[in-house]
């Protein structure tokens, strides 16, 4: 059974930065692709970066381009997401991804449709 398990969000300032880690079990894809969405209230989800673990490629959304960065630790099954001078449009559960298996990966595009397995998410919130 596949399970996804992300933490490490919290509170932080405009300008603050956090890590979170998202750890993978129960699958055994001589590759894959994993990624982090997020989703505000009231708006739709939306893709935030993906990683590879065929060469590590990533993949960004514009939005957070340069701010954020994905990384992976492929023996522990574990992705993580860097993210510094967050602004209060950063503000979202975050939820880590597992892209079904696929004769092509479309991990680049962010597609949430092509995810199939899902953690529970960890929350990200601003603090004045």
């Known amino acids: 059974q596949v399970r996804l398990e992300e933490s490490g969000g919290g509170s932080v300032q405009p300008g603050g930065s956090l890590r979170l880690s998202c750890a993978a079990s129960?699958?055994?894809?001589?590759?894959?692709?994993m990624a982090w969405f997020r989703q505000a209230p009231g708006k739709k989800r939306e893709g935030v970066a993906s990683?590879?673990?065929?060469?590590?490629?990533?993949s960004y959304a514009d939005s957070v381009k340069d701010r954020f960065t994905i990384s992976q630790d492929i023996a522990k099954k574990t992705i993580y997401l860097e993210m510094r001078y967050l602004e209060p449009e950063d503000t979202a559960r975050y939820y880590c991804?597992?892209?079904?298996?696929?004769?092509?990966?479309?991990?680049?595009?962010?597609?949430?449709?092509?995810?199939?397995?899902w953690g529970q998410g960890t929350q990200v919130t601003f603090s004045s």
């Open positions: 991804a597992l892209e079904r298996p696929r004769p092509t990966s479309r991990c680049g595009l962010l597609v949430d449709l092509d995810f199939a397995y």
């Open positions: 990683i590879s673990s065929r060469g590590g490629r990533t």
């Open positions: 129960g699958f055994d894809y001589s590759t894959y692709c």
